[in-house]
């Protein structure tokens, strides 16, 4: 398997576009999770699916920032209005289990 | 408030020595815990996992201790190779929800 893909692998843009990151998980693998990566705060979940329904949103910032997963092989994250500080790594990481999670390589957003 | 603290920032130590990384946590729900490597520009790898009814894992050159009591894990990897250098985290869950809360990491340079 090629495991986790996340595209694009990097994305700039201007504060108030729309962005999208997206995600396949790997084959077989029922959760997907969605993280941010800070200098600040570290890494944190956002959001996480199980069988494509979302189980916990708990850690999604605010509503500018939203995430769905249509079927089983991708998923998409969306930040509508982009914010500067909105600037980090974000991982998407799948599992069959929920805690053992394998990580896809990420993707470095700046926001300008 | 930090759940899972790694309070070493970076470790260093010499090739074919042991390296010992430390985490430590608060909440007493934790009942899983990870470690996960990561080199520049990739994703987190997970390397061992350790449930909170066992206090030793060991796969290979890496063991992780778990000590309750204290709430302190620690991964030992013997010997240490140059490829070990990279940023290690600490995870920690509780009641298998897949909400992984992440240490802040320590970075591991093992010389030649």
């Known amino acids: 398997d090629a495991g986790v893909i996340q595209s694009p692998r990097h994305e700039v843009t201007e504060m108030g576009q729309e962005v999208t990151l997206r995600c396949k998980p790997i084959?077989?693998?029922?959760?997907l999770f969605w993280y941010r990566q800070t200098m600040m705060r570290g890494l944190e979940l956002l959001i996480y699916?199980?069988?494509?329904?979302?189980?916990?949103d708990s850690g999604m910032p605010e509503d500018r920032f939203s995430a769905k997963m249509p079927n089983a092989s991708f998923s998409t994250l969306k930040i509508q209005p982009s914010e500067p500080r909105d600037s980090a790594v974000y991982f998407c990481a799948s599992s069959e289990r929920p805690d053992t999670q394998y990580f896809g390589p990420g993707t470095r957003l700046t926001v300008l | 408030d930090q759940q899972v603290k790694q309070n070493s920032p970076s470790l260093s130590v010499q090739e074919g020595r042991i390296s010992i990384l430390n985490c430590d946590y608060t909440n007493s729900m934790f009942d899983y815990f990870l470690w996960y490597k990561k080199y520049p520009a990739e994703g987190p790898t997970f390397l061992i996992s350790?449930?909170?009814?066992?206090d030793k894992n060991e796969d290979g050159r890496f063991t992780v201790f778990l000590n309750k009591s204290a709430k302190h894990l620690s991964l030992h990897i013997v010997p240490s190779q140059p490829g070990d250098s990279a940023v290690y985290f600490c995870a920690a869950s509780a009641g298998n929800t897949g909400k992984l809360i992440f240490g802040q990491g320590t970075t591991l340079q093992v010389k030649p």
């Open positions: 350790i449930s909170s009814i066992k």
């Open positions: 699916f199980n069988n494509n329904v979302p189980i916990d």
């Open positions: 084959s077989g693998h029922d959760y």
